[in-house]
């Protein structure tokens, strides 16, 4: 076990599958404390129990769309006054679509989920 993560408090947004998910997996296996988000609850509570089973110390789970704009408040609820050693900010990407069907509003709801929303996050963050 690698002490260096053990007990040690992580969030990971979009952490339900693909990179996010692979990088909670491996920081359960070093005995890590996991905050994981994603906007489905639903997909988090499944990984919860596999991310236990691997060896994380404890998994607590938060339905987080970082597109919208309540993540100072759900930090807050969720880490009262807890501090954080390490942050993964990850989202999926905006809809895949060819650039001649895609609308103004695509691209800003694309900017909301890859850049505005996440700094929204990161900002918010800081503190902890």
Known sequence: MFVLFKNKLFW?????TGMG???AQDLATKGAS??????SLEKL?????????????????????LSREDSPQKIKNVLGNRKING???NAGG???EKASLLQYQDFLKAN?????????????MLPY
């Open 112 to 124: 909301q989920l890859l850049v505005a929303g996440p700094a929204n996050f990161l900002i918010s």
């Open 94 to 96: 905006p809809k895949s």
């Open 45 to 65: 509570n499944i990984k919860k129990d596999e991310l236990a089973k691997r060896g994380a110390t404890s998994v607590e789970v938060v339905a987080l769309d």
């Open 12 to 16: 990971l947004t979009g952490a339900s």
């Open 34 to 39: 996991l905050i994981i988000s994603s906007r």
């Open 87 to 89: 942050l993964l900010l």
């Open 21 to 23: 998910y692979a990088i």
